[in-house]
């Protein structure tokens, strides 16, 4: 049985979402360090955008062996230096490190620009989409949603294979992230989830802490995340499913709450995994938006702290 109390309280949402795509493929070119959880791969990629921050660059890399296909993504860095000097379109080589719950990238180096005799040695990119009737569909004409203003009331199907909709949490904290279960680096949605786990244990340690709050992962990519794979995803998190689902609906209903966010995801070729971008909104015991938190530095401190302030708002 579907575990919401649907009684009084408050109405939180939150939405999570990066730029990643991931698919776990088999071989070689990566090494691991004995004794820890890292793994460090070396990648080689096209610089497209240094964020204006100096630290997080967006670049459309290779497939990385035994890890996740070619796409395009943000990478961070520890020292901005990494980045000092480089231009969009420069072609690079750097060592991707993976540890349990962080990952970024480091010696980063420039690569000669491709020439017609060294092309396939300097990068092997993917493709991108050509223009054909097969990359495109068709999509809502929504607003944007702004603070203050009430979310529609989506309708989604869980990870117990029931039917949910926003309108069953009205007058509950609801928080929801979106992720796709096949994503494994661990600042995009695994730390969107590792958030959500210390956010609900938070919450249900508070002796004096709302009771009527949910939270809920929703999942952009329905083709793959049916609900017995969100259900398997979701077996390592203690989800206490009177409090926490995973959720995914059609791509009718992905367009349109995730364009009134200003979220975007797309794919680099037809077929492919998605990249994305990443929001966390907060939506009040009205429905109303009250916080929108954007890429992955929030803390899981901050979110249980919106909750309990909007499962306050009467």
Known sequence: MFGINLGSGALVAVLSFLVCGCEIKPTEKQSSVSNTNRQVFEVRGLLKEIKPNGRVAEITHEEIPNYMAAMTMDFEVKDKRELAGLMPGDALLFRMVVTSDDGWIENV??????????????????????????????????????????????????????????????GRALAFTFIFTRCPFPTFCPRMFQHFQKTQSSLKSM???????????????????????????????????????????????????TEQFGMVFYRDTPGGLPNHTLRTVVIDTRGRVQKVFLGNEWTPDELTAEIVTAAAVK
């Open 109 to 170: 180096r420039k690569l000669p620009p491709p020439t017609p005799t060294n092309a396939g040695q300097v990068l092997n990119l993917p493709t991108p989409s050509s223009t054909n009737a097969a990359t495109f569909r068709r999509a809502p004409i929504v607003e944007p949603l702004n603070i203050g203003e009430a979310i529609p009331d989506y309708k989604f199907t869980n990870h117990l294979g029931q039917p949910i909709s926003f309108a069953q949490y009205k």
């Open 207 to 257: 002796a004096d802490g709302p009771k009527n709050w949910s939270l809920l992962g929703l999942s952009f990519d329905p083709e793959w995340d049916t609900p017995a794979r969100l259900a398997k995803y979701a077996t390592p998190y203690n989800l206490d499913t009177n409090h926490w689902q995973l959720a995914t609906s059609d791509m009718w209903n992905i367009d349109a709450i």
